[in-house]
Every structure is written in structure tokens, then in C-alpha cells.
């Protein structure tokens, strides 16, 4: 089972370089998410989707950008990269049906540097 | 609004010494509890759940949590750590809606 997988693993972007953020999951997961680690930070929460064609901001959206045209993928794009954007980068998705007492899986990140 | 806080963002013990990761949590609807475990450049998985029920929940690699809710709590135990539980450790709500809350993690570092 591939679960939410995540590309590219690493990445060194230029500031104000743009890239795209890869995600896919395979268990037809209505919720996706997209964080950001910072050490000593825990997780920050940047964008959720709740289904295909419906996204919303995060706790900490500027900067970035997503869409969901289909259940299964969720891109997550910088524009302008900026040093504070270097961080770990995590998809994750959930059911999304039922209680709320439903876990969420996790890619194994992209780790981003911007110089 | 809930909120999540782990006690510690460092937990050093010996090999074969007792894990004891705190959490509590507020909030205003009844919550579920998960832990989580992330060990380097991974992502996050899931260690265990509170749902209802049963307060005391065992989780894997003979990680348990029990559930106080007088005390608003959902600490981590193991009763005998092994190196490869060196690791970060998330406690997270839910309540009323699909998106957790965490903590911001306590790191377990296991001595030999």
C-alpha cells in the first residue's frame, strides 16, 4: 500500500524561485492536508482540502498556494520563495467520514532549503 | 478552540527505564486523543487513539495512554524503553471538525 506519497524529497530552490509540491494518496481520502515543521514548532497547518474542487487556508497560507482537482492529488505551490519559507514539508489525508476520531496518514515530507 | 500542550520538549531516560510523555489538553466539545511517533526524516504514524470507551488504550510497540478526563490529560507510557524508541512523539485533538490540533512534540532520547 502506498498510502500519501510525497515528491521530491529534497529540494534547494533559489529566493524567489516557484515550485510545486507533490502529493498523492491512494485510499480515496476526502480530507488532505498540507503543514509545515519548523524545530521546537510542531506542525502548522498552511492549507486543508475537504474534497475535490474545495480548499481552504490554514493557520499559516501566505506564500502559498494549493489546489484539488482530484480526490487523489493535492499540490502545494510556493510563489517567491523566501528563506522563511525552509521548512519540512508534510501531506497528509484522512477519511474524512463519520466521528472525527479518524487518524491522519502521513507522506515522509519534502525537505525544502531556500538560499 | 481546543488546544493541545506536551510538558517537556526533551524527555531523556535510560534504556530499559520507564517513558512517561505528558499531554493535556483543553476543549469545549468532548475530545478524541491520538499520539503519534516520528522517527528521523519520516513522517508522523500513528501511535494509538482515544476514542470512547475504554480509558486506557494500548498502542504499539507496548506504547499505552490513559485517558483522564478529571485531569484533562492523555500521557504516554511504556513501562521499558528500548533504544529504537528514540524518537518525536505528537499528542493531537480532534473535536467538532477533521482538523487536529497538536502539540509541539516531545523529543525521546534513550540512553544506553
Known amino acids: 500500500n502506498a498510502g500519501v506519497t510525497q515528491t521530491p524529497k529534497f529540494r534547494i530552490l533559489k529566493i524567489g524561485q516557484s515550485m510545486t509540491l507533490q502529493c498523492t494518496q491512494d485510499?480515496?481520502?476526502?480530507?488532505m492536508y498540507w503543514y509545515r515543521q519548523d524545530p521546537g514548532m510542531g506542525l502548522k497547518l498552511i492549507y486543508y482540502s475537504v474534497g475535490a474542487g474545495i480548499t481552504d487556508k490554514g493557520e499559516v497560507p501566505n506564500g502559498y498556494n494549493v489546489s484539488r482537482s482530484t480526490t487523489e492529488d493535492f499540490p502545494l505551490r510556493l510563489e517567491l520563495a523566501a528563506p522563511s519559507q525552509t521548512s519540512v514539508y508534510f501531506c497528509?489525508?484522512?477519511?474524512?467520514?463519520?466521528?472525527?476520531?479518524?487518524?491522519?496518514?502521513f507522506g515522509d515530507g519534502t525537505r525544502l532549503s531556500i538560499l | 478552540a481546543q488546544s493541545v500542550t506536551q510538558l517537556g520538549s526533551h524527555v531523556s531516560v535510560s534504556e530499559g527505564a520507564l517513558v512517561l510523555l505528558r499531554c493535556n489538553y483543553s476543549?469545549?466539545?468532548?475530545?478524541?486523543l491520538f499520539w503519534y511517533v516520528q522517527y528521523p526524516n519520516q513522517g508522523l504514524q500513528l501511535l494509538l487513539k482515544?476514542?470512547?470507551?475504554?480509558?486506557l488504550v494500548k498502542g504499539i510497540n507496548g506504547f499505552e495512554a490513559e485517558f483522564k478526563k478529571s485531569e484533562t490529560s492523555f500521557h504516554l507510557t511504556k513501562p521499558s524503553a528500548h533504544m529504537s524508541d528514540a524518537a518525536e512523539y505528537f499528542c493531537a485533538a480532534t473535536g467538532g471538525s477533521y482538523i487536529p490540533t497538536f502539540g509541539r512534540g516531545t523529543s525521546l532520547i534513550v540512553h544506553p
Open positions: 485510499m480515496n481520502h476526502n480530507y
Open positions: 482515544y476514542t470512547t470507551g475504554a480509558t
Open positions: 497528509a489525508s484522512t477519511i474524512g467520514e463519520g466521528t472525527f476520531n479518524q487518524p491522519q496518514h
Open positions: 476543549s469545549s466539545v468532548p475530545p478524541y
